[in-house]
């Protein structure tokens, strides 16, 4: 297996659905049939299962680890899951499905390859669907997959799955969601999750697990813009090493090559890639995600937080900043405030110029009277920062196009940018 494959055999996904779709028992399903998880996780989930007096396995304790949340029966945290198939290694982002934990959604989605959205056949929509749906678009989640679960209670209806599969690809046209598959599914009886289920004669598309092992997600990431944020830069000072001096980072976009003429930015100077080293090898190339050393031919002055690209396709510095935020914080975002700001490698400090609207999230509707962002809202907000960001929009590069709001005082993470073209 080259590099590459290594590079592209992880698929991120984030789940979302609201309190009683069976989020949990189909994360559990997934485990379970893909043999991901040990027997004696197993005997426990079987010994509570039987202790509740259920009269099936209940896979769902297999994914609620929070103790509050058993004993309410609710997943309140994003919950981060490991799990492999010989095709492919899968992270699970598992979001909370209440309206006011937008901001755990948004952190779990935010690096996601797809989104898989859950709804119960029989109550269809809800508006939280919608709402999950608008916010994978907003984050551009390249792969969008609902789920339509407890067909079994519907009596494997394909007339139920066909209205609901309508309304959404309806819904779905508003928004920008370039890959949707509507799945028909029982969570609780494993139909069409792993394996293809005979009570769905009429459904002719993949099961779950084929889908995620099989989505082509590779061509998702920017290979085009070479956007290279400095993390540190490597001076080892040992005798072996006197001369060695290399900028480490992870490649957030392009392809860098040894031979390639590039920028350092901000400072314009220009050089070329003398090497790129990866661990203790050199490699002739690097790109997404991968993290590694670069030298350079000349002797230029880079230090953290400073971008390396090519010549002629750069990003252009900006201190005027113009994106959608997402509020994580009780105290709501005003005008005239002042915060942390932290983008790809850099820091600086912004100044809330102007909200222009707040989004609501379930009709798309833009309230331009808004004043102030609350926690868990999203709106549209004009910044000036201290330092030029060498930013890209972020529908080209969900890394150089998002950023993280500090609050100086205590230090936490109060808000998620994602930047619009033409700032």
């Not at 669907?129 to 609902?146: E, K, Y």
């Not at 609901?164 to 069409?192: M, R, W, Y």
Request: glycine share 8%; hydrophobic share 35%; with cysteine.
């Amino acid at each position: 297996m080259g590099a590459t494959d290594g590079q592209m055999d992880l698929l991120r996904f984030a789940t979302a659905g609201s309190v009683d779709d069976g989020k949990s028992t189909l994360i559990g399903r997934l485990l379970f049939d893909s043999k991901s998880i040990f027997a004696d996780q197993l005997e426990a989930v079987e010994k509570t299962s039987t202790d509740k007096g259920h009269g099936y396995v209940d896979l769902s304790l297999l994914t609620d680890g929070l103790r509050s949340e058993r004993e309410q029966g609710i997943t309140i945290d994003v919950a981060y899951r490991y799990f492999a198939t010989p095709t492919r290694k899968f992270i699970i982002a598992d979001t909370p499905g209440h309206v006011q934990y937008t901001r755990n959604m948004v952190t779990g989605a935010s690096t996601a390859d797809l989104g898989l959205v859950l709804v119960d056949a029989r109550h269809g929509l809800t508006e939280q669907s919608r709402r999950h749906a608008v916010l994978l678009s907003l984050l551009r989640v390249p792969h969008l997959v609902l789920c339509i679960n407890k067909m079994d209670l519907v009596d494997w209806s394909e007339e139920t799955y066909e209205r609901i599969h309508a309304e959404f690809t309806q819904f779905a046209t508003k928004l920008n969601i370039p890959d949707l598959e509507v799945i028909p599914i029982s969570a609780l009886n494993g139909d069409n999750v792993v394996d293809r289920s005979e009570n769905t004669p009429w459904y002719h598309g993949p099961t779950l697990m084929h889908h995620l092992e099989h989505v082509h997600v590779a061509s998702d990431r920017d290979l085009v813009d070479t956007r290279f944020p400095v993390q540190y830069v490597v001076r080892p000072k040992s005798d072996e090493h006197h001369d060695y001096r290399g900028y480490a980072g992870q490649v957030a976009g392009g392809v860098l090559k040894k031979g390639d003429e590039v920028i350092v930015l901000p400072s314009g100077m220009t050089s070329k890639i003398e090497a790129i080293d990866l661990f203790d090898e050199e490699v002739d190339e690097a790109f997404p995600p991968m993290s590694v050393t670069v030298r350079l031919e000349d002797d230029v002055d880079v230090s953290r937080g400073d971008m390396i690209a090519r010549v002629k396709n750069a990003p252009k510095p900006s201190q005027d900043i113009d994106a959608m935020v997402c509020w994580m914080t009780n105290e709501p975002l005003r005008p005239r405030q002042k915060l942390a700001i932290k983008h790809t490698t850099r820091t600086g400090r912004a100044m809330v110029k102007d909200i222009q609207y707040r989004l609501d999230v379930n009709s798309l509707h833009r309230d331009q009277d808004a004043g102030e962002l609350g926690l868990n809202e999203i709106g549209r907000v004009q910044l000036r920062t201290t330092v030029p960001l060498l930013c890209d929009p972020y529908s080209k590069n969900r890394t150089t196009g998002s950023f993280i709001l500090i609050d100086e005082a205590t230090g936490v993470t109060v808000g998620a940018g994602m930047i619009n073209s033409g700032s």
